[in-house]
């Protein structure tokens, strides 16, 4: 088939082809681009066949990769001289060049309407010219008339809070996550910790496993490009990359890794455009599935503490997860009292996932899933630095950095030198060993646990702390911050043991003395 000729009608086949290829690229973004036009629409007749197939797969549940969509297409079609696989390769290629989909969306509708227009008024002009009969001049206007206000209601109507069936509600089938059970797909992740907690070397060995596809502790992994915006000591971070290269890679030194490192300072607020564009055309045809921020202060001109820059950085790291329909992890220190990420609160408040990662016993750095949308919480992550020798410089001394090696998250035995718990800590300890008592557990058999040691779950914990008082007065959001966080830090001195008896981080969470 041909590519329809322009004519005089006003069409644009450039802008067409870019809004799909933004919908190849990202599917995320089907919904937001149905609700503003249909494809009815387009002008090409290929075009329009090409947005309903994407349309009826990401409804179903499934993703829309390049291959689905070419099992709901003519076989053996052709378009001028290639193939419609070829021709979907172009529009991916297009949409990479021309991410801006909404606003071809918006032409491609103007221009329909006016296409419409024109079609109205050759009809008005025929019938004026050649009336029928029995058809007099009032009634041309008033039929002219009655079909340009209802053009003029198609075209104002945006559709902007589309009405979904209850039977059109599907279940979605397709992999939602970056790393399952504690990465969504998309969304806004915020990892924070005090100076020095080992938490930018545990994000990059976290990101470096997406981009390279690895499995991450038995959780499962969606590989996908990853860019990293190293705002702090940049000369650090290479001697980190050299050295996971060297720990990890040493085999495979010529497989390309898609993890990209951005050095340049930035306020984020002001520059989101620019960062967009330059990804963009650097990468290509690439879509990065996880930006990350290092971190929040050296990224923010303004204060942490306004609601106003506040609001006003959370919306350019939304922006950032729309424009490539990715996760934006930020990397962020914790407040004065050590128990929750500093500065204003809408950081919490606007977070899909939020990780509090703190130095343990024997310095290990714990990292616990505090909370996350639409998933479970308490998943704690135990790891530990490891010191690798990458390289000499000029004067003959050795180079090193470290890698994150795993490690147990709760070490057996009695443990020497614990720090004694006070405040906020000392309240939950006393309220795990009084849930212990009262509401003892039978977990599954497991080699996680100690043997002969009582066990609680983690709910029961909470709810004895909340009787005790604990963040009182706050919302259910902050108290469960605040109560992870305590945890976290009474796990990693060595005051309770935890396990979760799910895979994947689904299952309940136990909670024990280690004491």
């Not at 193939?83 to 021309?98: I, K, N, P, T």
């Not at 630095?385 to 998250?409: K, M, N, P």
């Not at 902050?478 to 945890?487: E, L």
Request: with cysteine; net charge negative; aromatic share 6%.
């Amino acid at each position: 088939m041909r590519l329809r000729s322009r004519r005089s009608l006003p069409i644009d086949l450039n802008a067409e082809q870019a809004l799909l290829g933004c919908m190849l690229l990202n599917d995320g973004a089907i919904d937001d681009i149905a609700t503003a036009i249909d494809a009815s629409h387009f002008y090409e007749q290929l075009h329009r066949q090409i947005f309903e197939v994407l349309i009826k797969v990401v409804r179903s549940g499934a993703a829309a990769p390049l291959t689905t969509v070419l099992t709901y297409l003519p076989d053996g079609q052709m378009v001028e001289d290639r193939s419609v696989a070829q021709y979907l390769h172009e529009l991916v290629d297009r949409g990479a060049e021309h991410p801006n989909a909404l606003a071809h969306a918006s032409r491609i509708r103007d221009l329909a309407t006016r296409r419409d227009l024109i079609a109205i008024g050759e009809d008005i002009a025929n019938f004026a010219r050649k009336p029928p009969a029995d058809a007099d001049a009032t009634t041309q206007v008033d039929d002219a008339y009655t079909r340009l206000s209802q053009l003029r209601a198609q075209a104002g109507a945006r559709r902007r809070f589309k009405l979904m069936r209850f039977d059109d509600v599907m279940l979605p089938t397709a992999a939602n996550y970056l790393v399952k059970g504690l990465l969504p797909r998309q969304g806004l992740a915020v990892v924070w910790g005090p100076p020095k907690c080992g938490k930018s070397f545990w994000v990059f060995d976290l990101l470096m496993h997406v981009a390279l596809g690895w499995s991450y502790r038995g959780l499962r992994v969606t590989q996908g490009a990853v860019v990293y915006l190293v705002l702090e000591g940049a000369d650090g971070f290479k001697a980190r990359i050299s050295a996971f290269r060297q720990r990890h890679l040493a085999e495979e030194a010529d497989r390309p890794v898609p993890f990209f490192m951005i050095p340049t300072r930035i306020d984020l607020i002001k520059d989101v455009p620019d960062l967009i564009r330059d990804i963009h055309e650097q990468l290509g045809d690439v879509i990065p599935a996880a930006v990350a921020i290092d971190t929040l202060n050296r990224s923010l001109v303004g204060s942490e503490s306004s609601d106003e820059d506040m609001a006003a950085y959370l919306k350019a790291a939304e922006v950032i997860g729309d424009a490539f329909g990715c996760l934006v992890t930020i990397v962020h220190h914790s407040g004065v009292a050590g128990d929750r990420p500093r500065g204003h609160t809408s950081l919490t408040g606007t977070t899909d996932v939020q990780i509090a990662v703190s130095r343990g016993e024997h310095e290990n750095i714990i990292a616990e899933l505090e909370f996350v949308k639409d998933g479970p919480q308490g998943l704690v992550l135990a790891s530990r630095l490891e010191v690798v020798e990458i390289g000499v410089d000029e004067d003959g001394d050795a180079i090193t950095s470290c890698v994150i090696i795993q490690t147990e998250a709760q070490p057996s035995g009695k443990v020497s030198h614990r720090k004694r718990p006070t405040g906020r800590a000392a309240l939950v300890l006393e309220a795990a060993r009084e849930a212990i008592s009262a509401l003892p557990g039978e977990p599954p058999p497991s080699n996680h646990i100690p043997p002969r040691v009582s066990v609680t779950t983690r709910a029961n914990v909470a709810e004895y702390a909340r009787r005790k008082g604990f963040a009182e007065g706050g919302t259910p959001a902050s108290f469960r911050a605040a109560f992870s966080t305590v945890v976290s830090r009474l796990i990693g001195d060595g005051h309770l043991g935890h396990w979760n008896d799910g895979t994947e981080a689904k299952g309940t969470s136990w909670i024990w003395l280690a004491e």
